[in-house]
């Protein structure tokens, strides 16, 4: 247990120097690496790939193979144990969860693997933690918004939160004040019809506004 949390507190560290992850559904194969090089182009460093996603292994490794070390790339709505050794075979290198799936998590500590299961309620966000838990996801997060974060971070001033969920240009620097440790967008930027279309550079554009909102 102590040796997975040393190696996960370093992984975060290496994240919190942009707290801010991408995560994609859907996307095809064949659009695979125009992705991995439109998202390394726009700085981000963090990039989740869904694993219900069609031929989400395939597409793992693609990326993989075009961003190297250049990206931290993680598997997300990984909800059987089946799931996660897909993810991981595949090069994932941390573990993302819509909810808290015990067995998934217990193979992530076991494994020395960062994982992020969701939660939304203070009992749920608890648990979480206490099942090892490198982040909290708390999901949607759109539903109560940022000063929700607040509100949680009173009685759990040492657990790490990530709002996902409604996350935007517009709303991502309230997150952060309020107490998130870091924050993920989807489908607002990573649109099926321009993923499909390859109109990537749409793409890269709203990933940079996105970031320097931010840090703006």
Request: glycine share 10%; aromatic share 8%.
């Amino acid at each position: 247990m102590l040796r997975w949390i040393e190696t996960a507190l370093v992984d975060i560290t290496k994240f919190k120097q942009l707290p801010v992850m991408g995560i994609v559904r859907g996307i095809s194969t064949e659009h695979a690496r125009a992705l991995a090089e439109c998202v390394i182009s726009s700085g981000l460093k963090t990039l989740e790939v869904t694993m219900n996603t069609e031929n989400a292994g395939e597409v793992l490794k693609i990326i993989k193979k075009t961003a190297g070390a250049s990206l931290m790339l993680g598997a997300g709505t990984v909800l059987t144990a089946d799931d996660f050794k897909k993810a991981v075979d595949s090069g994932a290198e941390f573990i993302v969860l819509p909810t808290l799936v015990k067995e998934v998590v217990e193979l992530c500590v076991k494994n020395n693997i960062p994982v992020f299961p969701g939660a939304l309620t203070p009992g749920e966000i608890y648990l979480a933690h206490l099942a090892g838990a490198a982040m909290v996801k708390v999901f949607p997060a759109k539903f109560f918004g940022p000063s929700y974060f607040r509100e949680i971070k009173g009685p759990f001033n040492d657990i790490e939160l990530l709002a996902c969920g409604g996350v935007n240009a517009g709303n991502i620097k309230a997150f952060f004040a309020y107490g998130a440790s870091a924050a993920a967008f989807g489908g607002s930027i990573f649109k099926n019809d321009l993923m499909e279309s390859g109109n990537f550079d749409v793409i890269e554009r709203s990933i940079k506004e996105l970031i320097a909102a931010y840090r703006s």
